[in-house]
């Protein structure tokens, strides 16, 4: 089993479980986060798009130009953001943290 660790834009952090082989997406929506991605997988939407935790970036392999070409229309995109549909998780990325990017869904009310 690979960990997972999800925050959610509030900050309220959550531990899932994958299996190698597992898309980051995918691992993300079947524990509620509020990831759409819209075109699954195929590089047209960015609404999978995550931030990862710095400390974890260098352990993904590097992003595609297509995904960063994405990522550059991603709301809220930052150095480390990712689209978690890019993602296959395997053994050495247990305990990687994601964060969900705010402002991805409005969801606070005023
Ligand atoms: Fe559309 Fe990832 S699901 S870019």
């Known amino acids: 089993m690979?960990?997972?660790?999800?925050?959610?834009?509030?900050?309220?952090?959550?531990?899932?479980?994958?299996?190698?082989?597992?898309?980051?997406?995918?691992?993300?929506?079947?524990?509620?986060?509020?990831?759409?991605?819209?075109?699954?997988?195929?590089?047209?939407?960015?609404t999978c798009h995550v931030l990862i935790a710095a400390a974890d970036f260098a352990r993904l392999p590097p992003a595609s130009e297509d995904e960063e070409d994405m990522l550059d229309l991603a709301m809220g995109a930052g150095r480390t953001s990712r689209l978690a549909c890019q993602i296959v998780l395997s053994p050495d990325l247990d305990g990687l943290t994601v964060r969900m990017p705010s402002g991805h869904r409005d969801m606070q009310g005023r």
């Open 2 to 46: 690979i960990r997972i660790r999800f925050i959610s834009a509030d900050g309220e952090t959550r531990e899932a479980f994958a299996r190698e082989g597992d898309r980051l997406l995918e691992v993300a929506q079947n524990d509620g986060q509020p990831l759409e991605g819209t075109c699954e997988g195929q590089m047209a939407c960015s």
